[in-house]
């Protein structure tokens, strides 16, 4: 199987002939491409102070615009919900997750009918729309990415599989699938960021060669580097020395890089290291090496995500469309400290990471890929919802720039909206859409680098916050006690 890699973007088409060749004329509207990692922190690529090795998404980075104040919905469904009608998750059906089981329409487990999606929005405007990667916003196949406006989609229908071996031999639920169809994956070979990475690209291709006057839109999810852990041997060995100075030093050193960087002022503090996560020191030499060995695979997922996305620029750059193309990356909660040993087992026998080990980094780790903030996936303090935010158009934003006006997920849409022309109808199939709570970022891409709310909200399962100027209260469960911050002081 050929090895290919994508990345969350947003892009813009040039219309073309042929293979290798740039067409006179460039299509009327741009490409678009979403990049979405899974479970990734916000220090966790070099271009926002980690040492993982992650040249193409830095090279967006430089060409793009950066974010410092950019924010999800701090877990899985609800910021894909978010992201993909540009509304709030709970009014689009999803302030839980799939199969949660409560009958509330906010909290039905699928995106409802009063919504539309990214696919949906831009499908009606005239594109192409693909999809590889995760899902997660509906099980029923009524609500699968076929039947939500994608054109063609290969997809991971729920929360999380196994990278190498997906089913693990039982396909009674069906995991995967193209269009409306299950996906078998091969009996060996299967590396599932690779795949993602290579459908990506081959949607791409085969759009250009077929139809390039149109333009696309390519939702490029990825699940890594959500648990289990696992990548191929040799990513992981490039990582292998990396974190034997334990999770302490990490934390500090990309605390400084941030500061080098612009990210944080000067001022901003460390955070202390969480409460429920020892001092490296305190370990026993076999602890640290088996703590290192879990970081070192985490870090060889977040690296191979980036060679996919590597792949999906080298074809954008070869078909003659990256310059009229808009390629949007970020994530969609923060590290996770998550037990994955809670959803599956690991196989006697198998190496950290490797076929048939399922392991995951917890909060010890999740606490460096968080740095410098609070707290986790489902937390609504900084380090659950704060997510690294990059947007390269070359025809509109100024490369290696920075914006620190605070910025939403649910404004993704209205942005892509504002820059392709494509408008969203007040009703859709029959029903009255709900208004999207997204804004346009525009002209803050522009260079006012004031934000476009008046106020942010955030809920999920008892988590809770609203940001309002530099003020953010924020309450956790089940405690439901509620603290006031004020941003500029104390992130």
Known sequence: MKRIFVTFLGISTIALAADNTRHDKKSEKPNVIVILADDMGYSDIGSYGS???????????????????????????????????GMYHHRAGMGGMTGTGIELPAYQGYINDESMTMGEVFQSGGYKTYLSGKWHVGDAEASWPANRGFDESFCVIGGAADYFDPYKGDYKKIKMVRNREQYIPPDSGFYMTDVISEQAVDFIGDHVASDP??????????????WP???????????????????????????KRMQQLGIIDKGTRLTDRDETVPAWDSLTGEEQSAWARKMAV?????????????????VLDKKGISENTIVIFLSDNGGCMELAEQFGKNQPGSDPGGPGSFISYE??????????????????????IATPFIIRYPEAVTANSWRH???????VVPTLMAYTGVNRPETYRGK???????????PVLEGDDRTVHEALYWEHLGFRAVRKGDWKLVSTFPDEKWALYNLQEDR
């Not at 090279?59 to 899985?76: D, P």
């Not at 990548?231 to 990309?254: C, F, H, K, M, Q």
Request: aromatic share 12%.
């Open 51 to 85: 040492e993982i090795h992650t040249p193409h998404i830095d090279r967006l980075a430089s060409e793009g615009i950066r974010f410092t104040q950019f924010y999800n919905a701090a877990r899985c469904c609800p910021t894909r919900a978010a992201l993909l009608t």
């Open 213 to 226: 006057e149109t333009p696309f839109l390519l939702y490029l999810a990825y699940t890594a580097p959500h």
């Open 229 to 255: 852990l696992q990548a191929p041997a040799e990513d992981i060995e490039r990582y292998s020395a990396t974190y034997r100075v334990g999770w302490d030093s990490i934390r500090l050193n990309r605390y």
């Open 298 to 314: 985490y870090a060889a997922m977040v690296d191979r995500m980036d060679q996919g996305i590597g792949s999906v620029l080298d």
């Open 363 to 384: 909060a010890n780790w999740a606490n460096a890929s968080n740095t410098p903030f609070r707290y986790f996936k489902h937390w609504m303090h900084e380090g659950g």
């Open 405 to 411: 006006a605070p910025a939403h997920i649910i404004d």
């Open 432 to 442: 009255a859409l709900k208004p999207m709570d997204g804004k346009s970022l525009v």
